[in-house]
């Protein structure tokens, strides 16, 4: 199996600062890679897929980028509503399809 | 707008079969080239893929519940089925359906349903 790994699993933040969170996969994916949003008690969101490609309706502020083995979701200017968990999901080999452990993002 | 709804018993005895059933709506769940997908995620926990059935019948499930797992496609009434055998309190999770399709040759999971929490207790 194809083992993701996220760094940092948490952070502290304010509004208006800019996060990037890292996602490194075991072996080359190439840009098989997605990126998902969890709020507490919510499922998960896509807001990103294929590496860079921002999902209808995601915030312009969001962006990913990253080939290979690594990769980074970036938002540029933190809003309230983006404190959450976020995952990143590999569809390069699979069975099975692998998340990320995740890296939740909270208030400073 | 496709919408998905996760459906069945919150509380299964040990050694039992777990069934849950996800109901799609706003969408035919026969057209076009989607995985329809079961994920889990134990409170606290990240995400598990248990497997998928394509719109054509065919399955895939994860190695690691594959002799436990079947995931089945009811087209009559827009819904498919996972049935998960002899789980144990390791079982517990919250199971979430999923659509799954490809894009840009990756494939990616959207929309979701809003999950069912199974908790597996004697």
């Known amino acids: 199996d194809i083992q993701m790994t996220q760094s940092p699993s948490s952070l502290s933040a304010s509004v208006g600062d800019r996060v990037t969170i890292t996602c490194r996969a075991s072996?080359?994916?190439?840009?098989?890679l997605n990126w998902y949003q969890q709020k507490p008690g919510k499922a998960p969101f896509l807001l990103i897929y294929?590496?860079?490609n921002l999902q209808g309706g995601v915030p312009s502020r969001f962006s990913g980028s990253g080939s290979g083995t690594d990769f980074t979701l970036t938002i540029s200017s933190l809003q309230p509503e983006d404190f959450a968990t976020y995952y990143c999901?590999?569809?390069?080999?699979?069975?099975?399809?692998?998340f990320g452990p995740g890296t939740k993002v909270d208030a400073k | 707008q496709v919408q998905l709804q996760e459906s069945g018993p919150g509380l299964v005895k040990p050694s039992q079969t777990l069934s849950l059933t996800c109901t799609v709506s706003?969408?035919?769940?026969?057209?076009?080239?989607?995985?329809w997908t079961w994920i889990r995620q134990p409170a606290g926990k990240g995400l598990e893929w248990i497997g998928h059935?394509?719109?054509?019948?065919?399955?895939l499930y994860n190695p690691s519940l594959n002799s436990r797992v079947t995931i089945s496609l009811d087209m009559s009434k827009s819904r498919f089925s996972l049935h998960l055998t002899s789980v144990t309190a390791a079982d517990t999770a919250v199971y979430y359906c999923?659509?799954?399709?490809?894009?840009?040759?990756?494939?990616?999971?959207?929309?979701w349903g809003q999950g069912t929490l199974v908790t597996v207790s004697s």
């Open positions: 999923a659509r799954g399709y490809r894009v840009a040759f990756t494939v990616s999971f959207d929309p």
């Open positions: 706003g969408g035919s769940i026969s057209s076009g080239a989607y995985y």
């Open positions: 059935i394509y719109s054509s019948g065919d399955t």
């Open positions: 072996q080359s994916i190439y840009n098989y």
């Open positions: 294929a590496a860079s």
């Open positions: 999901q590999q569809s390069y080999s699979t069975p099975p399809f692998t």
